[in-house]
């Protein structure tokens, strides 16, 4: 089993709609989880922190749900230029460092 | 732009050979990190520098090496290419204290035929 698992996809969306994702770990002594947001070719761009309250930033909500092992990312209104792979990153405080273990990611596709 | 920079953008070598690829750090930030990512999955961790010491390795042959400097630019070396290490390595800048948030360069295409 991965350490941390995404959905691959594809979601194709229409805009405006809205898109959820999860991501689920393994290791129960994670401490620190990421949204990061990765274009064709690009590096990965930090979207957001996970907070354990959740937390918002414009029309991303992320989620930790820590009994059930799992992270999750809602945007809302979908843009055309929301269309990436969105990569969840974990850390966890066992590894002694401050390493990010990624998921491979879930490709959106937000359409016309 | 997280004022992390790398080079050089694409680089082609053939298997056997030796590469070097460079990563600045953004400014104040003193961790480096250096990942794998190959098409289709998410980045796999190489190693990690603070302070010029090497502070975690994932699951690479020693092959892969590394070096930080004072200015907490770094270097990864990789010696005896192979098909495989055909891949995109980014590198990743953190602060001394507090948060994870790890900052991506633009990263280094390497194709190794």
């Known amino acids: 089993r991965k350490e941390v698992e995404q959905d691959p996809g594809p979601f194709n969306v229409p805009e405006g709609a809205t898109v959820a994702f999860n991501c689920t770990y393994s290791?129960?002594?994670?401490?620190?989880f990421f949204w990061y947001r990765q274009d064709c070719r690009k590096e990965p761009k930090l979207l957001m922190s996970?907070?354990?309250s959740g937390n918002e930033d414009g029309r991303f909500t992320a989620q930790l749900n820590r009994a059930s092992q799992y992270i999750s990312l809602l945007i809302r209104d979908s843009k055309l230029s929301d269309s990436a792979t969105y990569l969840c990153?974990?850390?966890?405080?066992?590894?002694?460092?401050?390493?990010?273990?990624f998921g491979s990611g879930t490709r959106l596709q937000v359409q016309p | 732009e997280t004022g992390v920079t790398q080079s050089p953008t694409h680089l082609i070598k053939t298997r056997g050979q030796q590469v070097t690829l460079r990563c600045s750090s953004q400014?104040?930030?003193?961790?480096v990190s250096w990942y794998q990512q190959a098409l289709g999955q998410g980045p796999q961790f190489i190693f990690q520098?603070?302070?010029?010491?090497?502070?975690g390795r994932g699951n690479f042959p020693p092959r892969f090496s590394g070096l930080q400097f004072p200015n907490y630019s770094s270097e990864l070396n990789v010696n005896a290419l192979e098909l495989d290490d055909s891949a995109l390595y980014l590198c990743?800048?953190?602060?001394?204290?507090?948060?994870?948030?790890?900052?991506f360069g633009p990263g280094t295409r390497l194709t190794v035929l």
């Open positions: 990743a800048s953190s602060p001394s204290t507090g948060s994870n948030e790890q900052f």
């Open positions: 290791n129960s002594a994670s401490q620190s």
């Open positions: 996970v907070y354990s």
């Open positions: 990153a974990v850390n966890s405080l066992d590894t002694g460092r401050r390493a990010l273990t």
């Open positions: 400014s104040g930030h003193n961790t």
């Open positions: 520098y603070y302070r010029e010491e090497e502070n």
